[in-house]
């Protein structure tokens, strides 16, 4: 049984930063393309970042490009999002997914999710 478990989500001040967690139990990890999504009150769930499958590059989202990374320790099967310089606008509830083998950044092709770890950012 797959088992994804976001930590490091807290309240934080705009310009602070938070590193996110995501630690993957029952797939193996390097046969899944693994990303974060964000999902606002009223909103939509976004694509934030993500690991492609095969060659392990990383795709981010425009939002964020610059100031989010996404990293990961596959001997630990744990993939993070260290985010700096928050915004209010990254406020959320910020999800990792893992999608068997090819990347994608639409939420609803991904296999598995975690039950997300929210974000606030006060102004």
């Known amino acids: 049984q797959v088992h994804l478990v976001e930590s490091g989500g807290g309240l934080v001040q705009a310009g602070d ?4 967690s995501c630690a993957a139990s029952g797939l193996t990890f390097s046969n899944y393309a693994m990303g974060w999504f964000r999902q606002a ?3 939509e769930r976004e694509f934030v970042a993500a690991f ?3 060659s392990g590059s990383t795709i ?3 939002s964020v490009r610059g100031r989010f990374t996404i990293s990961r320790d596959n001997s630990k ?3 993070y999002l260290q985010m700096n310089s928050l915004k209010p606008e990254d406020a959320a509830v910020y999800y990792c997914a ?3 083998r ?3 950044s ?4 991904y296999d598995y999710w975690g039950q997300g770890t929210q974000v606030t950012v006060s102004s």
Do not use: V
């Open 17 to 20: 930063s938070l590193r996110l």
């Open 41 to 43: 009150p009223g909103k």
């Open 52 to 54: 492609t499958w095969s």
């Open 60 to 62: 981010y989202a425009d």
């Open 77 to 79: 099967n744990t993939m």
């Open 98 to 100: 893992a999608k068997y």
């Open 102 to 104: 090819m990347y994608s």
């Open 106 to 109: 639409n939420y609803y092709s």
